[in-house]
C-alpha cells in the first residue's frame, strides 16, 4: 500500500468522523431549539394565567373573607349573648386586633352605634336611606340570624373604601358588623397575584437562558461546516 493511498484513507476516515460529529451535534442543536420553543410557549402560558390568576384570586379572596368574616361578627353575638364582651372602645380595639379585623360596630335596635373600636363612632347610626352603602345592613335588625355580606365599597361613615359583614345580633335586636380596608386585602391579593407573576418572568429568563447559548453552538457549526467545506 502506498504513502499516498494511507493518507487518502485517513482523510477520508476523519472527514467521515467530522461529518458524523456535525450530524450528531446538528440533530443536538434542534433538540434544544424544540425545548427553547416549548419553554417561550410555557412562558406565554403561565402570562396568560397570570392575568387570568389576577381576576380569580379576586373572587376567591372575597368568598374567603365573607366566611371568615361572618364567623367573627357570630362570634362577637354570642358573646354579647352570654355578657362575655365588653363594649368599651379600647377593649373592642384589643379584640378587633386578636381576631384580625379593622373595626368593629355594634348598634342597638335602632341601627345606633352602642359599641365600637372606633371611639369617635359610638352614636353613628346606620342610615335608612337605600342608596347608602350601609342600608343593606338596617335589615339585620328585625332578624334572628341574618347575615350580610358586601364586596368593597365606599363606607358612608367617612368615605374610606371597606369591606363588610354583619349579623344579627342574638341578645336583643340590632347588628353586628365587622370591616376590612381595603388596601389590607388588595395587599394579599396582589402578594399572591404576584405568585403567578414572578412564574412567568422566571420561566422566560429560563428560556433567555437557553436561547444565548443554543445561538453559539449553531454559529460554531456553521462555521465549522465552512471552514472544513464539508
Known amino acids: 500500500m502506498s504513502t499516498t493511498t494511507l493518507v487518502s484513507d485517513t482523510f477520508i476516515d476523519q472527514n467521515t468522523l467530522l461529518r458524523n460529529l456535525l450530524q450528531n451535534q446538528k440533530e443536538a442543536i434542534s433538540d434544544l431549539k424544540g425545548v427553547s420553543t416549548e419553554i417561550n410557549l410555557i412562558a406565554i402560558n403561565a402570562a396568560i394565567e397570570s392575568a387570568h390568576a389576577a381576576a380569580g384570586i379576586c373572587q376567591m379572596m372575597d368568598s374567603v373573607l365573607n366566611n371568615m368574616l361572618v364567623g367573627n361578627s357570630r362570634m362577637i353575638a354570642k358573646l354579647l349573648d352570654v355578657g362575655g364582651l365588653s363594649l368599651d372602645p379600647q377593649d373592642l380595639d384589643l379584640f378587633a386586633n386578636w381576631i384580625s379585623v379593622d373595626e368593629i360596630y355594634i348598634t342597638d335596635k335602632n341601627a345606633v352605634t352602642v359599641g365600637s373600636n372606633k371611639a369617635d363612632a359610638l352614636g353613628w347610626q346606620f ?97 465549522i461546516e465552512r471552514l472544513s467545506k464539508i
Open 127 to 223: 342610615p335608612d336611606d337605600p342608596n347608602t352603602q350601609a342600608f343593606a345592613f338596617r335589615c339585620l335588625i328585625n332578624e334572628n340570624e341574618g347575615v350580610v355580606t358586601q364586596p368593597i365599597r365606599v363606607r358612608d361613615l367617612d368615605s374610606a373604601m371597606f369591606k363588610f359583614v354583619g349579623v344579627s345580633r342574638l341578645d336583643q335586636s340590632g347588628i353586628v358588623q365587622v370591616g376590612l380596608k381595603a388596601d389590607s386585602i388588595t395587599r394579599y391579593q396582589s402578594e399572591i397575584g404576584n405568585v403567578f407573576g414572578l412564574l412567568a418572568t422566571e420561566i422566560r429568563n429560563l428560556s433567555n437562558k437557553v436561547g444565548g447559548p443554543l445561538k453559539q453552538i449553531m454559529d460554531s457549526t456553521t462555521n
